[in-house]
């Protein structure tokens, strides 16, 4: 049974999926995200990773909200901001520890999304769908962070923003996205655009390890003495 995949070349979607899937792979990877997924990021380094979203999300929100493109106009929907939720995240996670080369890189993502806002609006869509999809690897992220800091769901209400699931919004995203690139040209522009996105951020993951033991393991809670190592009493 043949177990090839096909992709529709004239799906933005399918297109944004399928040619991003390596940037994506390295930037599930990099020792940051392994050490959020592990929960062995210092909280102090988490909050200085809301600190860089923050300002991604800010540049970004505001480049496509204000945006006079009529493709930016159609899939633009207020709901999609999440600068309230990293504000609110912020204040619940203590001092942030944010390393030079950390806000060095975010300030790059700013600088060059306030170029692509000037000379191509449209292909901010690119890096639109770049933090919209990140929401569904966000639900895997918030159990990972809820159990490293015990802080609760309120406290990462960033990966909560779009419910229990991401899926229905994703979803109607991924239909105002089709319905709004309908040339190859625009969508080449657009998939260009999510690529460059995803480099940017990796280098901010990779700014944001200055400093750390990405190798470190975690400390093992001590076990006091009588108790089973193994939690049961
Ligand atoms: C840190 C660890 C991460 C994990 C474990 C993870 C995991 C996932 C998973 C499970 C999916 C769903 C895949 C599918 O249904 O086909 C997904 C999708 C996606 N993630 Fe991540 N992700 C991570 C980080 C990120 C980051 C940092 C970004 C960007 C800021 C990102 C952007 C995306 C995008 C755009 C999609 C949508 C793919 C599509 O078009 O269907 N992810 N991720």
Redesign the pocket.
Known sequence: MSTATTHDKNSV?DR??WE?RPA?DR??SVPF?MM??EGRLPRARFAAKLACWLTVHGALEAAVAQSDDAACAAVWVDSMARTSHLRHDLCCHGDMDMPAAAATATLRIVKWLSGLADTDPRALLGCL??????K??????RKCLDDAYGCGPDALSYFWASGTSPMPD?KAFKERMEAALTTDEERDRVVAA?SG??EH?TDV?EGLLEGLDSAAAVEPEPVGEGKCPFGHG
Not at 129 to 134: D, P, R, W
Not at 136 to 141: Q, Y
């Open positions: 979607m944004l999926k991003t994506h930037i599930e995200s959020m997924q769908y770049v933090l919209e999809g990140s569904l690897g966000g639900t895997i992220l994703f999510a996105m995803f951020l993951l």
